[in-house]
């Protein structure tokens, strides 16, 4: 008997949605054959160094470039002088203070002029025939500065006295912002029977990619058009902010990007070395290429996180949430990025509440400019900082009224009977199972066998704690997205889309979308996204939003390329349009046996093989904007299980379950590796990473010797499971997956480290639990009992 096999059901059976597809560019990476963009060179291109400013404050009297002009292989220097004619840089959030008045952005030059505000601060710009006389020249450029008083921290820059980096922003205040109802939320804590009351630093972290900054500036002087070729997280808007800031046409300027090695958020602004590459490569008519040094990226890549708050939790009789109050700080830096005032301040708002019914929520946060590295997006943006507030503040709830944590939890859940629920934050949650996510992740971690397992690390002479981890994240909404397909003449299908990935896995995640809609071969499809020539519309990776919006756009268009290809093949089959069907991949007469496949159809049009009439475009290509998704709500919870040596201090994640409801998942495997890597940067954050600066603004954690980032050793296996309810927010039902492991991390880490060391009395412990921290904590609790 003859069994034919319908290869395009195959592929979608094999290649869909749903299946743990292995990362098409992987092999690509693994042979080292990916392109970053230092390893981009083109003919004639010169190299440029930075010079910045030692100081963290002072005020710049001039730049003595004499001795660096005259050295081998210098071609020109750039001061921001040079760079005055072009526009400023910041950020555009409408953000308003509690009088209406708008927040102070003091947008800033390319390059200080008048006064250096943090150590890193860009002053100059040397650019040589290699990169070695470069940095060579930049180190004998003498900078005239008359050092001021510094202020590191958000708490201390408010206080009278304290110096002030802008004169038009008192008290170091950029924004004072408020969200809910003061008065509502003090009467409810007047009649709450319970406050718990805590005060959290949320620790400064350096970004530390794997792979530092990189550009190269290049410029057509015949059309007048840049080309810049450099790390991000989307050309599209990349080239939009620098077409604004150039003061040129969007037109006049094209970014590319190649493989990006990680960013987390950072790469995805335009920063100042930017705008000085390209003014260098217009002024010498070469193309101009710099690379961030690992030394020098400690202070000029963005820093994440950094804020310093009050938290407060109403409680009734029976252990229900009344109120939420934050009262807190976020540090900005010198200069506020495009994001900076973001994370400390709306997105604590619209995150905190979690999977909790919280009736009323007051946030107070003032965004203050501190002589610091400058703050910007970090994995989650302030979606981890808000869960982890939460989480903390109900393991605190629970052990000062003496009820289990579990049980506290369920017993404010937002109940799934409640779905779609108008939280406190202003977002209407669509979809989720929050107590059956908890139950199901205590099932899956043993919770019941702790307590042998604490027996069995106390005979070790070790502390066992363990801790939950419960979250909801709200998803930045996605912008326009490009979805735009075609069928190359080599057999191959390109998927174009403005997202771009730096290290999620778009191209197998995407290429699966596209199979499950039309049904073409797997290994055929191909991903472009870091080229802004090929985009009408791209929003970029960030806030887990890019299988949302990239896919969405995917089906789209494929709906698109379907209602075309069934006009064509009703030529190609003489049949009525009306009586053609598509699925798996082919077009079929329906009823009969009579059908071409999408690939076949692609291909006759190609050898102009199908008479069309003038009306019908011969061409299966298609080129579509999606609008903007409401925002998706990812959640989740962790266990984590810690151990502490008492004598050091150490401490060790030893077990971690994490259960997750991410929505239509299009790729566990994928999945499973994105949470992998937020659960281990979470680790980093609450037991390894801080940034700190001395009393002068100089950091003292400026490389890997002092500034500890968490290794493979530092993290257990992981057991990871998917308990999904689909979001009704998008097409796909997806809700992202890329910053959820922080959310959960956080907390669960953190509340087993209290847990283990509860028996000293200690009820909190800040981040980054140090062993020097533990240890000097425990010691003073054994000091403290005689």
């Known amino acids: 008997m003859n069994v034919r096999i319908d290869e395009n059901a195959l592929a979608v059976t094999q290649f869909g949605i749903g299946q743990p597809v292995p990362r098409a560019e992987d092999p690509m990476l693994l042979r080292g054959e990916g392109r970053y963009t230092d390893d981009v060179s083109v003919p004639g291109q010169v190299h440029a160094a930075v010079v910045r400013s030692p100081y963290a404050h002072g005020l710049l009297k001039g730049v003595d470039t004499e001795a660096a002009a005259a050295m081998p292989g210098v071609l020109a220097i750039y001061t921001g002088r040079d760079l005055a004619e072009y526009g400023l840089l910041g950020s555009s959030l409408p953000f308003k203070n509690p009088d209406g008045t708008p927040m102070r952005r003091m947008l800033r030059e390319a390059f200080a002029t008048d006064k250096v505000r943090f150590v890193g601060d860009p002053v100059a710009l040397v650019v040589a025939k290699t990169a070695l006389q470069a940095q060579d020249a930049a180190e004998t450029v003498t900078l005239d500065i008359d050092e001021l008083p510094a202020v590191t921290e958000a708490s201390e820059a408010v206080k009278p006295g304290a110096p002030l980096l802008y004169d038009d922003a008192p008290e170091n205040t950029a924004l004072d912002f408020r969200y809910g109802d003061a008065a509502a939320v003090d009467a409810a804590f007047a009649k709450a029977a319970h406050v718990t009351r805590l005060h959290v630093v949320n620790n400064r972290l350096v970004v530390n990619a794997l792979e530092p900054r990189s550009a190269l500036a290049e410029y057509d002087r015949k059309t007048g058009r840049f080309t810049f070729t450099a790390c991000s997280q989307g050309t599209f808007g990349m080239r939009n902010t620098l077409a604004d800031v150039l003061k040129l046409p969007k037109d006049k300027v094209r970014v590319i990007t190649g493989q990006v090695g990680g960013s987390f958020g950072m790469k995805g602004v335009v920063f100042p070395e930017y705008v000085a590459l390209l003014h260098a490569a217009r002024a010498l008519g070469k193309p101009v290429k710099w690379t961030d040094r690992r030394s020098e990226s400690f202070v000029s890549d963005h820093h994440g996180r950094d804020h310093e708050v009050d938290l407060e939790l109403a409680l009734d009789a029976k252990g229900r949430i009344?109120?939420?109050?934050?009262?807190?700080?976020?540090?900005?830096?010198?200069?506020?990025?495009?994001?900076?005032?973001?994370?400390?301040?709306?997105?604590?708002?619209?995150?905190?509440?979690?999977?909790?019914?919280?009736?009323?929520?007051?946030?107070?946060?003032?965004?203050?400019?501190?002589?610091?590295?400058?703050?910007?997006?970090?994995?989650?943006?302030?979606?981890?900082?808000?869960?982890?507030?939460?989480?903390?503040?109900?393991?605190?709830?629970?052990?000062?009224?003496?009820?289990?944590?579990?049980?506290?939890?369920?017993?404010?859940?937002?109940?799934?009977?409640?779905?779609?629920?108008?939280?406190?934050?202003?977002?209407?949650?669509?979809?989720?199972?929050?107590?059956?996510?908890?139950?199901?992740?205590?099932?899956?971690?043993?919770?019941?066998?702790?307590?042998?397992?604490?027996?069995?690390?106390?005979?070790?002479?070790?502390?066992?704690?363990?801790?939950?981890?419960?979250?909801?994240?709200?998803?930045?909404?996605?912008?326009?997205?490009?979805?735009?397909?075609?069928?190359?003449?080599?057999?191959?299908?390109?998927?174009?889309?403005?997202?771009?990935?730096?290290?999620?896995?778009?191209?197998?995640?995407?290429?699966?979308?596209?199979?499950?809609?039309?049904?073409?071969?797997?290994?055929?499809?191909?991903?472009?996204?870091?080229?802004?020539?090929?985009?009408?519309?791209?929003?970029?990776?960030?806030?887990?939003?890019?299988?949302?919006?990239?896919?969405?756009?995917?089906?789209?268009?494929?709906?698109?390329?379907?209602?075309?290809?069934?006009?064509?093949?009703?030529?190609?089959?003489?049949?009525?349009?009306?009586?053609?069907?598509?699925?798996?991949?082919?077009?079929?007469?329906?009823?009969?046996?009579?059908?071409?496949?999408?690939?076949?159809?692609?291909?006759?049009?190609?050898?102009?093989?199908?008479?069309?009439?003038?009306?019908?475009?011969?061409?299966?290509?298609?080129?579509h904007v999606h609008e903007a998704a409401p925002s998706a709500f990812p959640n989740g919870c962790h266990a984590a299980e810690v151990e502490i040596d008492p004598d050091t201090g150490t401490t060790r994640v030893v077990r971690y379950t994490a259960v997750n409801d991410f929505g239509t998942v299009i790729n566990p495997m994928l999945v499973e590796g994105q949470m992998h890597g937020g659960v281990v940067q979470g680790i980093g954050q609450a037991l390894l990473e801080r940034t700190v600066f001395d009393d002068d603004g100089q950091i003292v954690t400026g490389s890997f010797m002092d500034y500890a980032m968490p290794r493979a050793d530092d993290a257990p296996f992981f057991t990871v499971e998917s308990r999904p309810t689909p979001a009704k927010t998008n097409l796909l039902g997806a809700k992202g997956c890329g910053e959820a492991g922080c959310a959960g991390s956080l907390p669960a880490v953190m509340n087993a480290v209290v847990d283990a060391l509860a028996d000293f009395g200690i009820r909190h412990v800040d981040m980054p639990a140090t062993p020097e921290k533990i240890w000097a904590l425990i010691r003073e609790a054994r000091n403290a009992r005689g």
């Not at 000062?400 to 109940?415: C, K, S, Y």
């Not at 064509?568 to 009969?592: C, K, N, P, W, Y």
């Not at 159809?601 to 093989?609: E, M, N, P, V």
């Open 322 to 623: 009344l109120a939420l109050r934050v009262d807190g700080f976020g540090n900005l830096g010198g200069y506020m990025t495009p994001f900076g005032p973001m994370m400390a301040s709306l997105n604590i708002a619209k995150n905190i509440a979690s999977v909790y019914r919280t009736p009323l929520i007051g946030v107070r946060s003032r965004c203050v400019f501190t002589n610091t590295v400058p703050t910007g997006a970090y994995r989650g943006a302030g979606r981890p900082e808000g869960n982890y507030y939460m989480e903390r503040l109900m393991d605190t709830a629970a052990r000062e009224t003496g009820i289990d944590p579990a049980v506290l939890r369920r017993r404010n859940h937002i109940p799934t009977k409640a779905l779609p629920y108008a939280a406190a934050s202003g977002m209407t949650y669509d979809s989720g199972d929050f107590t059956g996510l908890l139950d199901r992740t205590l099932e899956a971690a043993d919770w019941k066998g702790f307590k042998a397992r604490k027996a069995a690390s106390r005979k070790r002479g070790l502390l066992r704690g363990r801790g939950i981890g419960q979250y909801l994240e709200v998803t930045a909404p996605p912008m326009k997205e490009m979805g735009g397909i075609r069928f190359e003449k080599d057999g191959t299908v390109t998927i174009i889309t403005g997202t771009l990935d730096f290290g999620q896995g778009h191209w197998s995640a995407f290429a699966q979308v596209l199979v499950s809609k039309l049904g073409v071969p797997f290994d055929a499809i191909r991903l472009v996204q870091g080229d802004s020539d090929r985009l009408i519309a791209g929003g970029g990776t960030g806030g887990s939003k890019s299988i949302m919006a990239s896919g969405a756009a995917i089906l789209e268009a494929g709906d698109k390329v379907i209602e075309r290809g069934r006009v064509i093949a009703s030529h190609a089959l003489e049949a009525g349009v009306d009586d053609i069907e598509f699925a798996a991949g082919r077009f079929r007469i329906a009823g009969t046996d009579r059908a071409i496949g999408i690939m076949d159809l692609a291909r006759k049009l190609d050898q102009g093989a199908i008479a069309l009439p003038p009306d019908v475009p011969p061409t299966l290509d298609v080129d």
